[in-house]
């Protein structure tokens, strides 16, 4: 059984850094392609950014370019997200998610496993 777990969510000041870190367990991710989306209140969920797990390809949203790295560590089944110069919009709950192959060529639909969720909120 796959499971993803978020930590790393709290509370920040504009302009400080968080590190999300995504722990994944139950399968053999290594040709999978994570993402971590975003969810703010009243609004659709969003994909942030993404990448394979090899992290050789990256994509991200246009709001968080040169802000935001994606990451993966293959050895620990890890996917992270270092969010640096945070702004009271980035304020949501950051989820993870996993999408095994076959997968298609759009980076925000289709993930078939999803963590519960980690808060984060920044301050102005």
């Known amino acids: 059984q796959v499971q993803l777990t978020e930590s790393g969510g709290g509370l920040v000041q504009a302009g400080g850094s968080l590190r999300l870190s995504c ?3 139950g399968r053999t991710f ?3 392609r994570a ?4 969810q703010a209140p009243g609004k659709e969920r969003e994909l942030v950014a993404g990448t394979d797990w090899s992290g050789r390809i990256t994509t991200y949203a246009d709001s968080v370019k040169g802000r935001f790295t994606i990451s993966t560590h293959n050895a620990q089944t890890t996917v992270y997200l270092q969010m640096n110069s945070l702004k009271p919009e980035d ?3 950051y989820y993870c998610a996993v999408d095994s192959p076959p997968y298609g060529s759009k980076w925000d639909i289709g993930y078939d496993y999803w963590g519960q969720g980690t808060q984060v ?3 102005s």
Request: net charge positive; with cysteine.
């Open 23 to 25: 722990a994944a367990s």
């Open 30 to 32: 290594s040709n999978c």
């Open 35 to 38: 993402g971590w989306f975003r």
């Open 91 to 93: 304020t949501a709950v």
């Open 121 to 123: 909120t920044v301050s």
